[in-house]
Nanobody, 114 residues
Framework: QVQLVESGGGLVQPGGSLRLSCAASGSIFSRAVMGWYRQAPGKQRELVASITSGGITSYVDSVKGRFTISRDTAKNTVYLQMNSLKPEDTAVYYC????????WGRGTQVTVSS
């Protein structure tokens, strides 16, 4: 019954910006730790950023200072603002919601290329 729907991916040039959105069902959003993962072909899935219900955030070192995760409780939506994008950020980005189990969205492609 839990659904996570990502949007906002696309093609951008190095140095550009994108904002990803994840619309979540209310029941899971209210209690879950929300996160963004990414996976590039031939690479392991990587946790990029997470945010707790209390607003505590965490980031992988490679995106610190460039990416910002945030939550809009009224809209049941989590965002990932991505600035100063690099080619190595290219991946499919997945929204996740962790409660007793972890739920996943279908993913949105982010491509950073000139």
């Amino acid at each position: 019954q839990v659904q996570l729907v990502e949007s906002g991916g696309g093609l951008v040039q190095p140095g550009g910006s994108l904002r990803l959105s994840c619309a979540a069902s209310g029941s899971i959003f209210s209690r879950a730790v929300m996160g963004w993962y990414r996976q590039a072909p031939g690479k392991q899935r990587e946790l990029v950023a997470s945010i707790t219900s209390g607003g505590i955030t965490s980031y992988v070192d490679s995106v610190k200072g460039r990416f910002t995760i945030s939550r809009d409780t009224a809209k049941n939506t989590v965002y990932l603002q991505m600035n100063s994008l690099k080619p190595e950020d290219t991946a499919v980005y997945y929204c996740s919601a962790r409660d007793f189990v972890t739920y996943w969205g279908r993913g949105t492609q982010v491509t950073v290329s000139s």
